[in-house]
């Protein structure tokens, strides 16, 4: 059986879906292209795929080169790659972003979306939902992963709460300059209905002025997470007037300075 080669097609066809690729794994991994951007490295596979096409190689022979080599070279020809570890991270993010583009044409092509004439637009749309999906995802991890179940015990009595882990909040106690965690006051309750030793903890945040928050001295905090457990003596918990999280996830902000 004779099969014939469109030579520019295919070459023109890869070079388009290994910008698109490069251009996915960039954007999911948060690498740093170089300046020459994503064109080389997907000519280098564009290239590699009419090779291939027009002298086959075995079996065997090509997965090692696919695998082991040009999809190297393409990332190494894209990013700036600091260190094995990154480049290995790279290589599979790249295999990655292969499988939700051919899950996006297997949609497309399913949908019949694949052979219209429209199917210029819906690809790089479906890339763009791609990335959407995935951020959110991300944020969703990382917003779950520095959520920690706390324990607040004040005048004997204990409260229980959900705490979020803000690296972005280093407000301490001026005179001893200890870490300072903030509670919602909505969320408090009557663990600290009548409070003792009331002081005042001056605050700056990005657009707004500064001010001062109450807070008191509690006797014991514990936060926990995945077993693992941190015992705080006499912590400072200031108190805000606005919630914290929109939709409670957490009621209090912690400080990373008492990991410290």
Sequence with gaps: MTYTVYADLLLASNFIMDVLLLWLLRRMMRLEARKWGLAPAALLGALYALATAVFPLPAPLEA?????????????????????????????????????????????????LLFKPWMFAAVPGSLFFVVFLWDQTLAGAAKNGHLYQVEVTYRGQMGRFVGFLDTGNRLTEPVSGKPVCILSAESAGGLFSALDG???????????????????????????????????????????????????????LLNEGIWM
């Excluded at 480049?87 to 399913?110: I, N, P, Q, R």
């Design 64 to 112: 090692f080169f696919t695998y082991a080599g040009v999809s190297v070279l393409m990332v190494l020809a894209a990013f700036r790659i600091r260190g094995r570890g990154e480049l290995f991270k790279a290589v599979a993010g790249l295999y990655m972003a292969s499988c939700l583009m051919a899950g996006v044409m297997e949609l497309l092509a399913f949908s019949g």
């Design 198 to 252: 009331v002081l005042y903890i001056p605050f700056r945040s990005v657009g707004k002025e500064g001010g001062v928050l109450p807070a008191v001295r509690a006797e014991r905090m514990e936060v926990e997470k995945e077993g693992v457990r941190l015992v705080v003596e006499a912590p400072y918990i200031a108190f805000s007037k606005e919630a914290l999280s929109r939709d409670n996830t957490y009621q209090m």
